[in-house]
């Protein structure tokens, strides 16, 4: 990110999770807040002509994963909540809606970003005419430099109790220090709490076709001044969390994804090979 500035990454984030709501149908991911918390230019270019917005061949392969991990997480969120969970932590939040459209009476959100991404966040909620909630806590910390739990804590989350936390659009852009870091504290609390995260496998083990897209994407992130630093082989992931002391943990590939949220599509729309999403549970 740059200093001061809120993350570039996590508008286009927000806007193809828009033009997603516009754009393709069946939606996989419905979100009625979507196209409010996204800058209103955009906004407007996507009410009024949404096939000139993002017309690049990898479009609708981005719109595709980020409406699908959206979905993934929810989707495990309400299973947790099914459960009695009753703390939601959302890594990384971005312009993520949830909160703001939370059906679940008893559920307490905590929405963790960088100070200056909540700080505009907060200014398109506001513009928006998107309500906060007080079942919302804002909690801002620089996931390099501050302790997840630290910050956690200090914002009323309970360690004593489990929570479910989603990691989205996050783990690649750090260093593996980190990523390991949140997952041993997201692991050392109490039973029936679980992750869901994205990542990325390592370019080499991709196709040459997916290899070309990564090196695009890798370059258009690390212009905006936040460059993909960490990637995982699956197995050796799954492994590194049973070390960390989660007792179970899943790892859904591209292929995986796609049957699970994609399938008898007329219009093709699919995720890619390179993101696979991952949970574990305490």
């Known amino acids: 990110m740059q200093e001061g ?28 807040l979507a196209l409010r918390i996204i800058r209103p230019e955009v906004a407007r270019e996507l009410r009024e002509d949404p096939p000139t917005h993002d017309s690049s061949p990898i479009a609708p392969y981005l719109r595709a ?43 307490r959100v905590f929405e963790v970003d960088h100070p200056a991404t909540q700080a505009t966040k907060r200014e398109r909620l506001a513009s928006g005419e998107i309500t906060i909630p007080p079942s919302l806590t804002f909690v801002a910390i620089d996931f390099a430099t ?37 997952l041993s504290f997201i692991a050392s609390l109490p039973p ?7 990542y990325s496998v390592p370019p080499e083990s991709l196709s040459w076709m997916s290899r070309l897209v ?10 905006a001044g936040e460059p993909w630093k960490t990637f995982f082989d699956p197995g050796e992931l799954l492994k ?39 949970m574990a549970r305490v």
Request: proline share 4%; no cysteine.
């Open 5 to 32: 500035q809120a993350s570039r990454t996590a508008d286009r984030v927000a806007e193809r999770r828009a033009a997603h709501q516009v754009r393709d149908r069946p939606l996989v991911f419905e979100d009625p």
């Open 65 to 107: 994963f980020f409406a699908m991990r959206s979905r993934f997480a929810e989707d495990a969120l309400r299973e947790a909540v099914g459960r009695g969970v009753q703390q939601y932590v959302v890594l990384g939040a971005g312009f993520d809606t949830f909160a703001y459209r939370n059906p679940y009476p008893d559920l």
């Open 146 to 182: 501050t302790a997840l739990d630290d910050a956690l804590r200090s914002a009323g989350f309970d360690a004593a109790a489990p929570a479910f936390f989603a990691w989205l659009g996050v783990v690649p852009y750090l260093e593996r220090p980190a990523i390991d870091q949140t």
């Open 192 to 198: 029936d709490t679980a992750v869901v995260f994205d």
């Open 214 to 223: 990564f090196h695009k994407m890798a370059k258009r992130v690390a212009a």
């Open 240 to 278: 590194d969390l049973h070390d960390l002391g989660f007792s179970n943990a899943e790892d859904f590939d591209g292929d995986a994804l796609n049957r699970l949220f994609f399938a008898g599509r007329s219009d093709k729309l699919k995720v890619g090979g390179g993101g696979h999403m991952a």
